[in-house]
């Protein structure tokens, strides 16, 4: 089939080397480069990169919806495009320019969890299971009609950054499931009442409220790692913890409250039970397990954190 991909980040990919292999990819459309670490150099996208070993062109637009990217796209004449993970909204004349459409493979079990950060969001929110959907893309924020998913177990300790990697090859099996049989699915409409969003990420919505249970204080350590990790503050300077576990215990102490401080890890108070922070970094530090950090570092029990 002739297909031009839309996509970015890494997650998308394994998708485009599947296709590569498999379609007649005419054309791939990713974001422009974007200035990136401490020296704000600019860097290419994950998808540009990859594309580079195959002679297929490469478009980077700010906006895809211009005449003349639609004209570009008219010249490709694609049979279908294929969006994972692009980054922006595509307009209703791209949306019916192929036979077959735009298909969207998107991160979550469709209704629930549209928009932007639906890996981060199924932790963050405590869910179980999560999964990857195909839809039928139309003019709404993933609001399209459903085509295949799978289901995915989230374990109880798994972090965003492990069930990226999870989900990135399970979208290769569902759009693969999905285009095998483009011809013979029957889309499946979204039930609009039982839907969800997947906010935009901002680093402040990882800091910790210690006052919070301790298990939406671990799902909050899980989902924002490894970005864009969550952080209480030590001593005026913002600690950023990486792993945790609950501790089934209770003090008296405060929300926030240093119970313990000693090479097995550091014991904090929550709303309920107490958390033990086993991997932390200081700013300008090493990231490091708790006992490496334990041995330079010195915590007062009665310390408040978060302050």
Not at 4 to 19: A, E, I, N, Q, R
Not at 275 to 280: K, L, R
Request: with cysteine.
């Amino acid at each position: 089939m002739k297909i031009v991909f839309m996509g970015t980040p890494d997650f998308s990919v394994p998708t485009l080397k599947y296709l590569i292999e498999n379609h007649e990819v005419v054309g791939i459309f990713t974001q422009p480069d974007r200035p990136k670490g401490r020296g704000k150099k600019l860097a290419p996208p994950p998808i540009k990169e990859f594309a580079g070993d195959y002679d297929i062109p490469v478009f980077q637009p700010e906006r895809i919806k211009t005449d003349e990217n639609v004209e570009i796209l008219r010249d490709l004449d694609p049979e279908l495009i294929v969006v994972v993970a692009y980054g922006q909204i595509i307009n209703r004349e791209i949306l019916d320019m192929p036979s077959y459409g735009c298909i969207n493979v998107h991160a979550s079990l469709l209704p629930e969890l549209r928009g932007a950060s639906p890996i981060n969001t199924a932790i963050v929110r405590g869910f179980k299971e999560t999964g990857v959907t195909t839809m039928k893309m139309d003019i709404g924020l993933d609001t399209g009609d459903m085509l295949y998913k799978k289901i995915v177990k989230i374990d109880d300790e798994m972090n965003a950054g492990e069930l990226h990697d999870v989900l990135m090859m399970l979208g290769v099996e569902v759009l693969k499931e999905t285009l095998d049989n483009i011809d013979d699915i029957k889309p499946i409409p979204q039930d609009h009442k039982k839907s969800s969003y997947a906010p935009i990420i901002k680093k402040e919505m990882a800091k910790i409220d210690w006052k919070d249970s301790s298990a939406d204080i671990y799902n909050l350590i899980r989902g924002y790692n490894p970005w864009p990790v969550a952080y209480t503050t030590l001593d005026e300077k913002r600690l950023k913890i990486f792993k945790a576990t609950i501790e089934d215990i209770k003090s008296d102490k405060e929300a926030g409250t240093v119970v313990n401080f000693d090479k097995n890890g550091l014991l904090v108070q929550t709303g309920d039970k107490v958390i033990n922070i086993q991997e932390v970094q200081l700013p300008g530090g090493k990231r490091m397990s708790i006992d490496k950090f334990a041995a330079g570092y010195n915590i007062e029990n009665g310390m408040k954190l978060g302050e």
